[in-house]
């Protein structure tokens, strides 16, 4: 009997699901669970199974970033990405979430007669245009 084997039974996302890698999601739905500490928002992803349980953090996170009205979140992109957390001693799993990196921005950041690089790979993506791929690249990611 492995740990592992209960991990995936979860209708919420688990940081070890994600493995090493930082998954781009767009937010279809949101919805509310009740918890021992309270009802927490769930976050529900475009083409995934498992729904993202939102904290304060999270929250404090996303609200700066797409404004503290819940619903205009929908649709919009974020970034998880498996971290750990320090609390009362110890190290715990944990899934951060940012924004998703914005190319034009970082264009317009870059120091005068600096040229970035095409993206690796796609040589018909000039930099601060976003590339779309035609499939995503995290569909491995089993959640």
Same mark, same amino acid.
């Given at each position: 009997?492995?740990?592992?084997?209960?991990?995936?039974?979860?209708?919420?996302?688990?940081?070890?699901?994600?493995?090493?890698?930082?998954v781009?999601?767009?937010?279809?739905?949101?919805?509310?669970?009740?918890?021992?500490?309270?009802?927490?928002?769930?976050? @529900?992803?475009?083409?995934?199974?498992?729904?993202?349980?939102?904290?304060?953090?999270?929250?404090t996170?996303?609200?700066?970033?797409?404004?503290?009205?819940?619903?205009?979140?929908?649709?919009?992109?974020?970034?998880?990405?498996?971290?750990?957390?320090?609390?009362?001693?110890?190290?715990?799993?944990?899934?951060?979430?940012?924004?998703?990196?914005?190319?034009?921005?970082?264009?317009?950041?870059?120091p005068?007669?600096?040229?970035?690089?095409?993206?690796?790979? @796609?040589p018909?993506?000039?930099?601060?245009?976003?590339?779309?791929?035609?499939?995503?690249?995290?569909?491995?990611?089993?959640?």
């Amino acid at each position: 009997m492995k740990a592992s084997d209960y991990v995936n039974q979860s209708k919420y996302l688990k940081s070890e699901q994600l493995g090493n890698r930082r998954v781009t999601c767009t937010i279809e739905t949101l919805s509310e669970a009740i918890f021992e500490d309270g009802n927490k928002p769930i976050l @529900h992803f475009v083409g995934k199974s498992k729904g993202l349980v939102c904290n304060t953090t999270k929250l404090t996170v996303l609200a700066s970033l797409y404004g503290d009205d819940m619903q205009g979140w929908l649709g919009k992109q974020i970034v998880l990405a498996p971290d750990q957390v320090s609390y009362q001693g110890k190290m715990y799993a944990c899934i951060t979430v940012s924004g998703p990196v914005n190319t034009a921005a970082i264009q317009q950041s870059q120091p005068q007669g600096f040229s970035a690089p095409e993206a690796p790979g @796609h040589p018909d993506n000039p930099v601060g245009q976003s590339f779309v791929p035609s499939e995503p690249a995290e569909d491995d990611v089993p959640f």
